[in-house]
């Protein structure tokens, strides 16, 4: 079992920046693929980015490209999703997701966190 957390999220301006963070506890976090997604309101949960087990590897949504960052922190259990230049279309729930591949659809990955709520104001 798995258990992810994920803290960061908020109200801000469109061009600010924001970084998520998701600890997880429970497994051997340093092997697994983590990834991250969103739920934006009314619309289905998309892929954000992932990251393969020792950071060498990011994947990137082409909606987020050149704007987001993954990385993690293996010491810490902690896996992160730097966010510039936000945009209101970024606005929505963002979870991050755990497994043993990396995938883009958020039901081939194993365990979920609760979500964090990013707002981008125009």
């Known amino acids: 079992q798995v258990q992810l957390v994920e803290s960061g999220g908020g109200l801000v301006q469109a061009g600010d920046s924001l970084r998520l963070s998701c600890a997880a506890s429970?497994?051997?976090?340093?092997?697994?693929?983590m990834g991250w997604f969103r739920q934006p309101p009314e619309k289905e949960r998309e892929f954000v980015a992932a990251?393969?087990?020792?950071?060498?590897?990011?994947y990137y949504g082409d909606s987020v490209k050149g704007r987001f960052t993954i990385s993690r922190d293996n010491a810490k259990n902690t896996v992160y999703l730097q966010m510039n230049s936000l945009k209101p279309e970024d606005t929505a729930i963002y979870y991050c997701a755990s497994g043993p591949y990396v995938r883009t659809m958020f039901h081939e990955y194993n365990y979920w966190g609760q979500g964090t709520q990013v707002t981008v104001s125009s």
């Open positions: 990251i393969i087990w020792n950071g060498v590897n990011t």
């Open positions: 429970g497994r051997t976090f340093s092997t697994e693929v």
